[in-house]
């Protein structure tokens, strides 16, 4: 929302001060004295250059024949000719920095000096800038001194990969920036030019050995250093400063465009430099649309802020993750592939069609993938075929779902066409390996054809991103894995920005304060000076060491390297020396709280130099920082200086507090979702259990008593371990969102394994073919590992492994869960016979042999009340004729049973009901008899093969169903107080966080008198 400029005296410069940068008075002094001559400005890039130019013409000096250049420039246009001559191509940044990875893969192994760190993106980019710097330098890789490195290694690993880079360069016909100096410098030599211009650098920057040479010949000799602000001056510029802090990096941008649309300053008079452009470019970029401020970004934006650059990430995830659909499903449902460019007839919408990949259960794998869609699509079919009204539906509604079921199935048609096409853009890999261009070449054709465009910056990263990968396709032939190749392309677009441009008129610019503040703005803002961000963390350059620098032009002399000595230095130099050379105004901010991690930030050292300078106290510390500076700016502000609607209204609410304050009613009246919020918060804190907390009005049909619905007993445990997330899981039916990303280390989930493992053992005992009665095990180790073979290859099939290490694992623990359960039952078996297994009762059970049945057992309660239990029974053991044993298998650990509080409360009651239900079974099957032992066997590595039965209670276990039951009836889902309840749930995220439901639920069963309905549980819990 733009507003009209207020008058809110609240911008914190001081009065605008227009005095020029010293290098820019330096240049209107040459143009003042030379006015007509050609004059050739160098500055260490265009970009700075025209910004100092720019700078000149708005100070009123009139300049003609000025001319800007950069050494890089100028080398090309000296060596460029011979270049275009010879058929020879220059590499790009994301090229080169592709042919130092290649070179690196090709010559370090796993014990190389950088052989641990090859794999490092981090240790390529340093590579490919030491090259660049030796290369600059005019040394050779031969004239490097074995006697400057500790390690030797170290030396020989950095010759190798340079003979491997130059042979790659010399094998696509390319020449990199280092070559282009060296064949300008060359050239020059040898025919040498006449200059008539005078040549100015502009201000004290470093140039390497050949590059001074490239200017001195350039030049013919006329060449000049520009005075410029050195960074000693700094303290004189910073002592006028204003700091500002703010609540995130976010409200650090907001505060700034507050105060400058509030001021009403004139756009091209500002610029905002960061410490971390990658951070700050996208929160501007973002908030300036919003707000349609226009603004330029030296950097550009990242690409992989825009949706292209999203898409070609996910893309890419996908491939190198082996088609992991869990990939390409986040890939779609952020709305990243333009559906309807790519379903003209009509589309789905993303989000559905994220949920049939999803309900497809592709998990990974090319050919998985469309295997496991036509399967989707064929349960869609069936569903559609199969509909049939249901009890308590009438024509309309059986029409409306079967629309509903055609559309599922409509989805899932598209979404089996998209994966299709884009399962035909990958190569297919040859020995397991592929061309980085061939899957470049794919990435290229995924953006062209299925990225979604919206809006200019995502045209021009989609152009970006195409060119990009048009640049890759050229490198000569590297074969590697589908894996290397997705992380060297993701590499290169996280090294993509897109929109760059310098200071324009009528803008607002934002930039690194590396190659900011040329421009003569009269407002500059420094922002994200906090530690975290600012001097930065890393000691020197990893590949060549200052001690190794000095080794080395020891021995190069006259050539020689620059010393880097510590990152942190040189960015600390590198923001003195913006700081001297800015004029104007200055402000500089940081954020002192992470929004995502929610924790304080604290403020750099160069923030704290600053305060120190403004207060003019030289010994002022953090803490007398954080005591003089206003409070952070964040999401509330003043009325007056709110950016949009939401800050106005926000504001409304700020005095005294925001829950009382005089516009809280009006927004809660506009915003009843948010009245509701208030009302379930303070109901929460207080000591009534409301509907808020969860109780429920018409708990009608959940009480089994009176249901007639069978119940099971991993109901009634979820239950009895906290009622609330039963309210989420059983009554609402909520279930959290399936993850169906693939750990590539893991095999087959916990449920998965516990019923493998359950199959295996039923088998053995159950199997027509050489059943046992009384295992042995030297006799029937093979029996069962044959029969856990099987298992295991079954499934195998259904769900392959994502590599053998996890299919090895998987099976290593098979099998010593099946070793266990042998020796176990050997000695078990001595006194028992095992009799039945799987013994299923209640509808939808699958075995039902007596004494199995279909229909569910009646468990009575006394007092006439009773319910349905159905389940199955894993195993009854014959103890003496009509004495049976019931265990049930556990294939965890044994943490959750083997203790009998654990069982308090009804969180372990499936041994009692089992035991009573099997005794109903018997007697309907005609042959009574006497449940004498009821417990769990964890038959698993984790479990030891340990036996649990806890002895038989009845009528304890009546009263605990009771006031289960009790709870149900009155519609009473309180929140477990017991922290440890939480530890398996999956609903932490939906019910206000463990800590502080139990505080509040402990506090709503201490109130006795008032919340009658939860006497039930306190019975359950007694405290
Ligand atoms: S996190 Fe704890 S309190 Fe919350 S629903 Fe789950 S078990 Fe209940």
Redesign the pocket.
Do not use: I, L, Q, W
């Given at each position: 929302m733009r507003r009209p400029v207020s008058t809110q005296p609240v911008l914190p410069f001081e009065a605008e001060e227009r005095k020029l940068p010293r290098l820019v008075e330096s240049l209107a002094e040459v143009c003042r004295q030379r006015p007509l001559d050609e004059k050739v400005l160098i500055a260490p890039s265009r970009f700075i250059g025209h910004q100092v130019a720019e700078a000149l013409a708005r100070s009123g000096t009139p300049w003609v024949h000025l001319r800007v250049e950069s050494v890089r420039s100028l080398a090309h246009s000296v060596a460029g000719p011979s270049i275009a001559d010879e058929g020879l191509s220059l590499l790009s940044r994301a090229q080169a920095l592709a042919l130092v990875e290649q070179a690196c893969a090709e010559t370090l192994t796993g014990s190389a000096y950088f052989g641990e760190l090859s794999a490092r993106p981090g240790l390529h980019r340093a590579i490919q800038n030491t090259f660049d710097e030796l290369k600059s330098a005019g040394i050779s890789p031969d004239a490097l001194p074995e006697s400057a490195f500790g390690d030797v290694r170290k030396i020989g690993e950095l010759k190798s990969v340079l003979a491997a880079y130059e042979s790659l360069l010399a094998k696509g016909k390319f020449v990199d920036r280092a070559d282009v100096l060296r064949r300008a410098v060359l050239g020059l030599r040898e025919s040498p030019r006449v200059a008539d211009a005078l040549y100015l650098l502009a201000g004290a920057f470093d140039l390497s050995a050949t590059e001074a040479e490239l200017v001195e010949r350039v030049s013919g000799g006329h060449v000049r250093r520009l005075e410029a602000d050195g960074p000693e001056s700094w303290t004189d510029n910073a002592s006028r400063a204003t700091l500002f802090r703010a609540l995130g990096e976010e409200n650090e941008i907001r505060e700034i465009l507050r105060r400058l649309l509030a001021e009403g300053i004139s756009l091209d008079d500002v610029e905002i430099l960061a410490t971390d452009p990658a951070t700050y470019a996208p929160i501007l970029y973002e908030l300036a649309s919003e707000h349609e401020i226009p603004c330029t970004f030296g950097q550009g934006i990242p690409a992989t802020f825009t949706r292209p650059g999203q898409a070609a990430l996910g893309y890419l995830r996908w491939l190198g993750r082996d088609f992991e659909s869990e990939e390409l499903r986040e890939v779609v449902a952020g709305g990243l592939l333009d559906l309807a460019r790519i379903f003209p007839g009509g589309a789905p919408g993303p989000l559905p069609a994220a949920r049939e990949l999803r309900e497809a259960r592709i998990g990974w794998g090319r050919e998985r993938s469309l295997s496991a869609l036509d399967l989707h699509i064929a349960r869609r079919v069936a569903e559609v075929d199969s509909a049939r009204r249901r009890s308590d539906e009438d024509d309309e509604d059986l029409n409306a779902r079967i629309v509903w079921l055609k559309e599922r199935f409509a989805t899932a048609r598209a979404v089996r066409d998209l994966v299709a096409r884009l399962l035909a853009l990958p190569p297919e890999p040859v020995d397991g390996k592929v061309e980085l261009r061939a899957v470049a070449r794919s990435a290229s054709a995924f953006v062209a054809g299925f990225a979604r465009i919206a809006g200019d910056l995502d045209a021009m990263a989609s152009s970006a991103l195409q060119g990009l990968f048009g640049e890759l396709e050229t490198l000569p032939v590297t074969r590697l894995s589908v894996a290397e190749a997705a992380s060297r392309l993701s590499d290169a677009v996280r090294g993509l920005y897109v929109a760059a441009d310098r200071p324009r008129p009528g803008r607002l610019h934002f930039g690194d304060y590396r190659s900011g503040g040329y421009g003569g703005r009269s407002k500059t803002f420094f922002v994200g000076l906090d530690s975290r961000r600012h001097p930065g963390s890393g000691l020197q350059d990893p590949v060549l060491l200052d001690e190794e620098r000095r080794g080395i032009n020891a021995a190069v002399a006259p050539r020689e390297l620059a010393m880097r000595g510590g990152r942190p230095a040189e960015n600390l130099l590198a923001l003195r020396s913006c700081i001297a050379r800015v004029r104007g105004e200055i402000a500089v901010s940081h954020a002192c709280w992470d929004l995502l991690e929610a924790r304080e930030q604290f403020p750099a050292a160069a923030y704290l130099d600053v305060f120190r300078l403004v207060s003019g106290d030289p010994t002022a510390d953090y803490s007398d920082a954080d005591r003089a500076l206003p409070a952070a700016a964040g999401f509330l502000t003043e009325a007056p200086k709110a950016l949009d609607e939401t800050e106005w209204w926000l504001s409304r609410t700020r005095e005294p507090h925001l829950a009382g304050g005089r516009g809280a009613p009006a927004v809660r009246a506009a915003y009843p979702w948010l009245a509701d919020g208030f009302t379930a918060e303070e109901a929460r804190d207080g000591v009534a259990f409301t509907v808020w907390d969860g109780l429920i009005r018409d708990p009608i049909g959940l009480d089994p008593r009176t249901s007639g619905r069978p119940t099971s007993c991993s109901r009634i445990q979820d239950l009895a371990?906290?009622p609330?997330?039963y309210f989420?899981k059983r009554v609402l039916q909520l279930q959290p969102p399936e993850d169906a990303r693939a750990d590539p280390t893991i095999w087959l989930t916990p449920l998965e394994r516990g019923t493998l493992l359950h199959e295996v053992f039923r088998r053995f005992y159950a199997d027509q073919v050489g059943a046992v009665e009384r295992p042995v095990y030297d006799r029937d180790w093979k029996r069962i590992e044959t029969i856990a073979g099987e298992e295991i290859a079954k499934w195998r099939a259904k769900t392959p492994p994502r590599s053998a290490a996890a299919f090895e694992a998987l099976r290593d623990d098979v099998l010593v869960s099946c070793r266990i359960f042998l020796l176990r039952e050997e000695e078990h078996c001595r006194d028992v016979a095992p009799r039945w297994f799987e013994v299923g009762f209640g509808p939808s059970r699958e075995s039902t042999e007596p004494p199995g049945d279909p229909e569910a057992v009646r468990i009575s309660l006394g007092g006439g009340g009773s319910f349905l239990l159905s389940g199955r029974i894993d195993r009854v053991d014959e103890e003496s004729p009509g004495a049976y044993q019931v265990w049930d298998y556990k294939t965890g650990s044994s943490w959750d049973t083997s203790e009998p509080e654990r069982g308090r409360g009804g969180r372990r009651i499936q041994d009692a009901l089992y035991a009573e239900a099997l005794e109903i079974l018997l007697v309907r099957a005609g042959s009574p008899g006497s449940v004498v032992k009821s417990g769990y066997f964890y038959a698993g590595r984790r479990g030891e093969g340990e036996r649990f039965a806890a002895p038989r209670n009845p009528a304890v276990t009546r009263e605990t169903l009771t006031n289960l039951f009790d709870l149900l009836r009155a519609g009473a889902f309180p929140?477990?107080p017991t922290e440890e309840?939480?530890s398996i749930?999956d609903?932490?995220k939906v019910?206000s966080g463990?800590d502080l439901?139990?505080r509040r639920?402990e506090n709503k069963l201490r109130e006795e008198a008032g919340n009658a309905v939860l006497l039930p549980y306190r019975r359950l819990n007694p405290s």
């Open positions: 371990r906290c609330y997330s989420v929140h477990t309840d939480c749930c609903f932490a019910c463990a439901a139990g639920a």
